[in-house]
């Protein structure tokens, strides 16, 4: 008797979008290999509050094995995908070829520099657990420089801190930064004049949040400054050495800290795929999530472009890397039965910023919002979305610790 072989179901990220299709197959007939080069699912929205010593990366990231370690038909492999060769449907990855039957590729985005080499090189961004941890060392040791610095000039440049982009995590950090130094940093340092720290928001457009209705954009920007963060708009940066950043306007900021939120592009592995890109690298997908030519092959979250019902793009957010996992694993399996895949719809779930303690802006059900309301949904919310039920007991007791105590619990300087 001859017994076909299950299909085999490629996955190759285990961020979001890869995340939420492996646990959707779970109960499928299909064989799936996931791959990450990371052995972790990271919750890339709270990554900023690990730059600011507020968390743990483990409270944040969680292992991909414990997280399938019940899913029989699951094999989670570690490893960088270099190759995908679509027409013979095989991966490469570490030096050997997988074969696969269906492909998905969930493999993110990653910091885009713009061809800025010096901004690459003394820069600092938030991107993974290794970004974030170094920019919390940075953070730190530039109070510790500062405590034992004897020119002034040169302690101010070391509280200053730069942050470029206004979007939401440009945002977030500058918020919680100012109040690290407000709360906690100014106990820490009683001998250190902390009055002339600073936290600059430089944001080249003429909104901060630019993608949000235009009361939130105002709310976030009044929320900053109460927090005293210096909002600078209509402001491009040129160039940062390491000790200065100049703006396009020839003005210069002296500071040996620049935190860069202000670009994404698709990740390296999508740029050899023999597809149409759009803006930022990323691929632009059929409603269906798969390849044009190629249906058995899909790229979904950050990595993919897929115009919205209103001709704009999707954006980079989690929410909708997870409804694409959702809807790819859907069609795999439609097409399993060998029926056709449908088209995608993103169902929008809304809008959540927070600016720091009691401050967050919130657009739920068509509603706009801001102040301790919406800061209590963001808090609530991003512990429920924590892997982990230890890690969301964690987090919550650490946030109420901080919240009540002024305290924020990581400040750990873990490098030379
Ligand atoms: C600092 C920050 C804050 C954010 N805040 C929010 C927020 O508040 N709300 C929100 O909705 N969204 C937020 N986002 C965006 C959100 O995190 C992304 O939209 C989401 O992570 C995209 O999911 P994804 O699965 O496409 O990619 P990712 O979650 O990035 O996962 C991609 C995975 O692929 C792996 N990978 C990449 N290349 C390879 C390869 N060649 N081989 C093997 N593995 C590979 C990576 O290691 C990674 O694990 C934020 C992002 C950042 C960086």
Known sequence: ????????????????????????????PARI??????????????????????????????PVRSIFRRQKNLTFQMGEVTGINLEEKFIKMDGSVIAYDYLVIAAGARTN?????????????????ATAVATRNHLLSMFENASHEADPEKRKAMLTFVIVGGGPTGVETAGALSELIAHVMRKDYPRLNLGDARVILVEAGANLIAAYPDELRKATLRLLKNKNVDVRLHTKMADFNGQRVTLADGATIETQTLIWTAGAK???????????????????????????????????????????????PLPMLSTVAIQQGGAAAKNIKLMMEG??????????????????????????????????????????????????????????????????????QARLITRE
């Open 1 to 28: 008797m001859n017994i076909k072989p299950k299909p085999h179901i490629v996955i190759i990220g285990a961020g979001f979008a890869g995340l939420e299709t492996a646990r959707r197959l779970a109960k499928a």
């Open 113 to 129: 520099f713009f061809g800025f080499d010096t901004l690459e090189k003394y820069g600092l961004q938030l991107k993974d657990v």
């Open 266 to 312: 698709a990740a390296e592995i999508v740029e050899s795929l023999p597809a149409e890109k759009a803006g930022m690298g990323r691929v632009r997908i059929e409603p269906t999530l798969s390849l044009p030519l190629f249906p058995e092959a899909f790229v979904i979250g950050d990595a993919a472009f897929l115009p919205n019902g209103d001709g704009q």
């Open 339 to 408: 029926k056709e895949p449908r088209a995608f719809h993103y169902k929008d779930p809304g809008l959540l910023a927070t600016v720091g303690r009691n401050a967050a802006v919130a657009r739920i059900f068509g509603i706009s919002f801001s102040g301790f309301i919406a800061w209590m949904i963001w808090v609530f919310l991003h512990i429920y979305r924590i892997i982990g039920f230890r890690n969301r007991i964690i987090v919550m007791f650490n946030w109420a610790w901080d919240y009540f105590f002024y305290d924020n």
């Open 33 to 62: 290999t996931l791959i990450d080069k990371t052995n972790h699912h990271l919750f890339q929205p709270l990554l900023y509050q690990v730059a600011i010593a507020g968390l743990l990366p483990s409270q944040i990231a969680y």
